[in-house]
């Protein structure tokens, strides 16, 4: 696994779309585990977004939690943003929410983004 990041792109939604598996994993602190699209995310711009779901990690909803599904809903004129991390609909009975947090500025270019994080016995959360 690697610690480096190296920016070297502008974020895309078309550049994202991209990373549908991983073939390198990154050690991210408090301990999760970066794929390569996460990782992508945080080495151009993103990475006050990985650290917020890195920052909620201890909270006992996110820990009991095994799949996580986050959302970065972005207003691009207002430079705003909402995250959310829900359930995924586990139930089957609607989605919970788990997470929420408004973000009062934000420079994110994308209008959207969605992450995906899950626990690995053994290993930790991979994003």
Same mark, same amino acid.
């Given at each position: ?10 974020l895309?939604? %078309? ?11 990154? %050690?991210?602190?408090?301990g ?16 006050w ?13 996110? %820990?009991?939690?095994?799949r ?18 829900t ?37 930790? %959360?991979?994003?």
């Amino acid at each position: 696994m690697s610690d480096i990041l190296e920016p070297t792109h502008a974020l895309t939604s %078309r550049t994202l779309a991209g990373f549908t598996g991983t073939v390198t994993y990154y %050690r991210w602190h408090s301990g999760l585990i970066l794929t390569d699209g996460a990782h992508y995310i945080a080495a151009n711009g993103g990475a006050w977004l990985i650290d917020i779901l890195a920052s909620v990690q201890h909270m006992p909803t996110m %820990r009991e939690e095994d799949r996580q599904f986050w959302t970065l809903k972005v207003d691009l004129e207002k430079h705003t943003a909402v995250i959310i991390c829900t359930d995924g609909d586990k139930t089957g009975d609607g989605e919970v929410e788990l997470y929420r947090q408004d973000i009062p500025y934000t420079d994110f270019p994308l209008k959207e983004a969605k992450l995906f994080a899950f626990s690995e016995p053994g290993i930790g %959360r991979i994003v």
